[in-house]
C-alpha cells in the first residue's frame, strides 16, 4: 500500500512543531529559573514571631518595624518647619501649645474695625479708606477724597496701584470716584473693589495714587486689612 506524500508531510510537520514547543518550553522554563536565582520568599511563618528561643529572638531582629502613622506626621512637620524630626518625638503637644500661644495673642490685632479710617494727604488732597467689607468675589474698599488745595487736581484710576503685603500687584477697579477734584474742600465718596481670589494667604493691602499727567501727589495709604 502506498503511502500517501500529503500524510508523511503532515505528520513530519507535526513533530516538527511538537518538537519546538518542548524546546520552547524548556528554554523558558530554564531562563526563568536563572533569572530568579537568588530571590527567595519571605519567610511569614507564625513559628518566627512566637517563642522565647534563640532562634525566635534572631527573627524578631529581622522584622520590618511598622511607623505609626502620627509619627510620620510629626516627622514630616518637623521637616516642613526646618526641625530635626528625632527630636520633636514626644513633645508635640509642649511645641504645640507653646506655638499656639502667640497665634491666640496676635488674634485681635486682626480686628479690620479698630484700624479705621486710614488716609494720606499730599499738596491739600486726602485720600481715605473708612472701611473694608467683602461682597461676593470681591472686597470692597470705601473711599473719599477731598481737594482743599488750590486748583483744580485730575486722576487716571488706572494708575491707582494696589499690591498686598507680599508685594503682589492686584488688580482693582475704582468706582464713582472723581476724574476731576476741585479745590473746594467738598468730600467725594467711592469704592475700590479687588477680586477675593488675588487675596489668597494675604493680610493687607497697601492703595497708591498720583495725579494725572503731572503726578506731583503722592498719596499712600498702607496696612488695609483684608475684610473676612
Excluded: C, H, W
Excluded at 513533530?15 to 529559573?33: E, I, K, P, Q, W
Excluded at 485681635?108 to 494720606?120: E, T, V
Aim: cysteine-free; charged content about 20%; aromatic content about 4%.
Amino acid at each position: 500500500m502506498a503511502v500517501n506524500s500529503t500524510v508523511v508531510l503532515t505528520l513530519i510537520l507535526l513533530v516538527l512543531m511538537f518538537g519546538a514547543g518542548v524546546t520552547s518550553s524548556v528554554l523558558g522554563f530554564t531562563t526563568g529559573r536563572e533569572a530568579l536565582k537568588g530571590t527567595t520568599q519571605p519567610d511569614v511563618r507564625p513559628s518566627n514571631y512566637a517563642g522565647t528561643g534563640k532562634q525566635g529572638t534572631v527573627a524578631s531582629k529581622d522584622q520590618v518595624s511598622i511607623l505609626k502613622e502620627t509619627d510620620i506626621l510629626k516627622a514630616v512637620k518637623a521637616r516642613i518647619e526646618g526641625r530635626d524630626p528625632e527630636k520633636t518625638t514626644g513633645t508635640k503637644t509642649k511645641t504645640d501649645n507653646t506655638s499656639s500661644k502667640p497665634a491666640t495673642a496676635k488674634k485681635p490685632a486682626k480686628n479690620a474695625s479698630a484700624k479705621f479710617p486710614l488716609n494720606s494727604r499730599d499738596g491739600g488732597v486726602t485720600l481715605e479708606v473708612s472701611a473694608a467689607s467683602q461682597r461676593g468675589n470681591s472686597m470692597l474698599l470705601d473711599v473719599s477724597m477731598k481737594n482743599e488745595g488750590s486748583q483744580d487736581v485730575r486722576f487716571l484710576y488706572s494708575f491707582l496701584n494696589v499690591t498686598d503685603d507680599r508685594g503682589r500687584a492686584l488688580s482693582a477697579t475704582a468706582e464713582d470716584l472723581p476724574s476731576e477734584l476741585p479745590p473746594n474742600g467738598q468730600v467725594y465718596y467711592g469704592t475700590v473693589s479687588i477680586p477675593t481670589a488675588l487675596l489668597e494667604n494675604a493680610k493687607e493691602v497697601s492703595l497708591t495714587l498720583t495725579d494725572y499727567p503731572g503726578q506731583k501727589l503722592q498719596l499712600q495709604i498702607a496696612g488695609i486689612p483684608i475684610a473676612k
